[in-house]
């Protein structure tokens, strides 16, 4: 009886392992004051070797771009488009059959946002990626987040 117990419990553990999805990307989503009402809202990713990340402007034909969307919110108001900063790449990718731009082991995905009256409040999201490396893609992922502005 032990060992048969002994057996299934090994057998779930192992089975559990297998069955977690790869998350080679590690998310932090923090918030800056610069001047009065006007805030960056910062989307800091941190990409395991050998994955990387697609930029936003990585062209059509191509992985998907990362995309970033935001929960309407009347006290705000985004202002341009978000930078990315980061070491960027690109390079032909033969799979594609495009030029691709991505970003390894960092990037951040920086926004202006203004704050329309002096109050306190947040911004809420997601933010779509996709990660390779050189053998394989991971499917999209949709990221969460809900930043203060502090």
Not at 97 to 110: H, L, P, T
Not at 114 to 130: D, F, L, P, Q, S
């Amino acid at each position: 009886m032990n060992r048969t117990l002994t057996t299934l419990a090994f057998l779930f553990i192992s089975l559990l392992g297998f069955g977690q999805k790869e998350n080679p990307v590690k998310w932090e989503f923090t918030s800056h004051k610069k001047a009065d009402q006007v805030y960056e809202i910062v989307l800091s990713a941190r990409v395991e070797k050998p994955w990387h990340i697609y930029s936003q402007f990585t062209p059509g034909g191509g992985p998907l771009p990362t995309t970033i969307s935001y929960s309407l919110n009347p006290l705000l108001q985004i202002d341009g488009a978000s930078v990315e900063t980061g070491k960027l790449q690109t390079n032909h990718d033969e799979t594609f059959g495009v030029e691709v731009k991505y970003f390894s082991d960092q990037v951040a995905f920086v926004q202006k946002v203004k704050v329309k009256k002096n109050i306190k409040t947040g911004i809420r999201g997601n933010i779509e990626y996709m990660v390779c490396n050189d053998k394989k893609c991971l499917p999209p992922v949709k990221q969460t987040f809900d930043i203060q502005l502090q």
